[in-house]
C-alpha cells in the first residue's frame, strides 16, 4: 500500500466514550436520558445527523445542540487520547513515502478543535471533514476526494476505519477497507469484505 487514509473516532485516537458521555449529558439537560449504548448510532456519522436523529430538526435547533455536545464532551477529554503507538506509526509511514490522509465524518470545526489537541497535521497530507464532498460517508465520496487530493492510486490505498459505516464509505469508493481491531475486534458480516484486520497500528507497517 502507497496510501493511507483514516478514519478519526476509534481509529486514530480512542474517543468514542468521551463523546458518548458528553452526548448523554447534552441529551439529559433537554429532558432526553439515554442510556450510552442507545447514543452508541452516533460513532461514524457526522453530528448534523446525530442530532437529526436525536430529534434537533431545525437547523438553528440543530446546530445550537451540536455546540453543547461539543462542550459537553470537553468535560470528559480524560476519556480519550492517541490510540497507542500511532504517532509513531504515522511518522515511519510518511518516511517510508506513504501519502497519508484523514477522512472523518466531523465537522470542520470540530475537526479543529481535535487539531488543536492532537496536532494531526504533523503527520498527514490532506484531511476531508463532514461537507466537503458532494455526500458524506457512508458514501464514498469523502474518500474519493482525499484521493484526488493525495493524487492516489485507487489499487493501492487502503481506508483504515472502526464502523459499520467506514467499511461502507471503502466498499463504496471501491478500494480497500482495514478494520481497526482495537476498537472493533468482532466485527459484523456487515463490514465484509475486510482486507485487512489490524491488531495494533503497528501492523500498517508490514504493508508498506
Not at 518516511?95 to 496536532?119: C, M, N, P
Not at 458532494?134 to 476505519?161: C, H, M, T
Not at 475486534?185 to 475486510?194: G, K, L, N, V
Amino acid at each position: 500500500m502507497k496510501t493511507f487514509i483514516f478514519d478519526i473516532d476509534g481509529t486514530l485516537i480512542d474517543s468514542p466514550n468521551m463523546y458518548l458521555h458528553g452526548l448523554q449529558q447534552t441529551m439529559r439537560r433537554h429532558g432526553k436520558d439515554y442510556a450510552l449504548p442507545d447514543l452508541t448510532f452516533s460513532n461514524g456519522v457526522s453530528s448534523v445527523e446525530t442530532m437529526t436523529r436525536l430529534g434537533f430538526t431545525d437547523p438553528s435547533a440543530n446546530a445550537a445542540a451540536i455546540e453543547e455536545w461539543i462542550n459537553d464532551s470537553m468535560q470528559f477529554a480524560d476519556l480519550s487520547g492517541w490510540i497507542p503507538g500511532f504517532p509513531g506509526v504515522l511518522t515511519q509511514l510518511r518516511q517510508a513515502g506513504a501519502k497519508l490522509g484523514i477522512v472523518t465524518a466531523k465537522s470542520a470545526h470540530e475537526f479543529a478543535l481535535d487539531d488543536a489537541r492532537y496536532h494531526y497535521r504533523r503527520y498527514i497530507d490532506t484531511w476531508v471533514t463532514a461537507g466537503q464532498a458532494k455526500r458524506d460517508k457512508p458514501a464514498g465520496d469523502p474518500i474519493l476526494l482525499a484521493a484526488k487530493r493525495l493524487s492516489a492510486d485507487l489499487n493501492d490505498l487502503l481506508y483504515v476505519g472502526d464502523t459499520v459505516v467506514d467499511a461502507q464509505a471503502a466498499h463504496d469508493a471501491d478500494v480497500a477497507f482495514g478494520l481497526a481491531g482495537w476498537t472493533t475486534p468482532e466485527p459484523t458480516s456487515a463490514f465484509e469484505p475486510i482486507a485487512y484486520r489490524l491488531t495494533a497500528p503497528s501492523d500498517l507497517l508490514d504493508l508498506i
